[in-house]
């Protein structure tokens, strides 16, 4: 999805919060029902620019025209229209399809925050990983994962050198694996290296990350009698219809469209420049 062109405007941002309700006044006794649709609002803005260079007013045509109009979505960060840091609550990051572990946030340089699937607070670091700056445009990114310890897949019997076997969660993290064996009464450990090969001492062998298959070759054999273990980090996906929402201090990612579908060169920098551009907020996943 594009990013929308970092221009600042001249004047400080319109936003409207926007919500869906349905209202009904034909029950018993004429008393008007209320049901809310939404969830999560959408925000609506305007952004107007009344000293635009010929550059950048050609650079934001181009970006609608590129957009076709209302059709295509795309990101605006409030960094890139020289809005400051806010802190925010309750929004929207997704909803669990039991697969999807990694998620777009809605935000961007994100601190002092915290991400909830179900309402339930999540712990950074055992329940899930953020990578700052790692997701679509620049947006932070999200993985939940969970770890496995002393996880046995093999046992040595002294002459076997070669094992191969499937973990029992996958897909696995890149650069999270260790195997623990034992040779002549020593432990030793081997790690991969994140491109899906794996050594340490007397042992070699290649993991694939997608299914958690590991196959080891030993040049001594593992002592009879001793377990080949394995820690890892592996993704897990929240289930299906977990939502999951996000809290944070940053700049906030609005995902929209604009709200024009016909417009001239001449009329869309006017607008730009006199009573604003009108963008349509969706929500923001």
């Known amino acids: 999805m594009a990013a929308c062109p970092s221009i600042t405007p001249g ?35 305007v952004l107007k620019f009344p000293a635009l260079s010929s550059s950048q007013a050609r650079e934001l045509w181009d970006f609608y025209v590129a957009r076709k109009g209302s059709f295509e979505a795309f990101n605006l960060f409030y960094d890139s229209i020289g809005k400051s840091t806010d802190t925010y609550s309750n929004e929207y990051v997704g909803t ?7 998620f777009n946030l809605p935000s961007k340089n994100a601190s002092s ?23 679509e445009d620049g947006a932070d990114r999200l ?21 191969s076997y499937t973990l029992d969660h996958s897909p696995v ?10 040779i002549s009464g020593t432990s030793y450990t081997a790690t991969d290296d994140g491109s899906g090969n794996i050594s340490g001492t007397d042992c070699s062998g290649t993991i694939t990350y ?13 002592d009879n009698g001793t ?45 730009a420049t006199r009573v604003g551009i009108e963008l349509r907020g969706l929500l923001n996943a």
């Open 113 to 135: 925050y915290t991400v909830y699937v179900d309402g339930i607070a999540q712990t950074e670091g055992t329940n899930y990983e953020i990578e700052i700056g790692g997701g």
């Open 210 to 222: 997608e299914t958690g298959d590991v196959s080891l070759t030993f040049t001594t054999a593992p």
């Open 11 to 45: 004047y400080p941002l319109i936003e409207k919060i926007r919500w869906k309700t349905l209202t009904s006044s034909f029950e018993e006794l004429g008393e008007e029902q209320r049901k809310q649709k939404w969830l999560f609002p959408r925000r609506d803005l």
């Open 96 to 102: 669990g399809d039991g697969s999807t572990y990694i």
């Open 227 to 271: 377990d080949i273990t394995n820690d890892y980090t592996y993704y897990n996906p929240p289930a299906v219809g977990q939502r999951i929402t996000f809290d944070f201090t940053g700049y906030l990612k609005v995902r929209c469209r604009f709200a024009q579908d016909t417009a001239s060169f001449e009329h869309f920098i006017y607008s």
């Open 143 to 163: 993985a939940f994962i969970g770890h496995v310890t002393n996880e046995v897949r093999a046992t040595g019997d002294g002459s076997t050198t070669d094992f």
């Open 173 to 182: 993290k890149p650069s999270s694996l260790t195997v623990h064996y034992t």
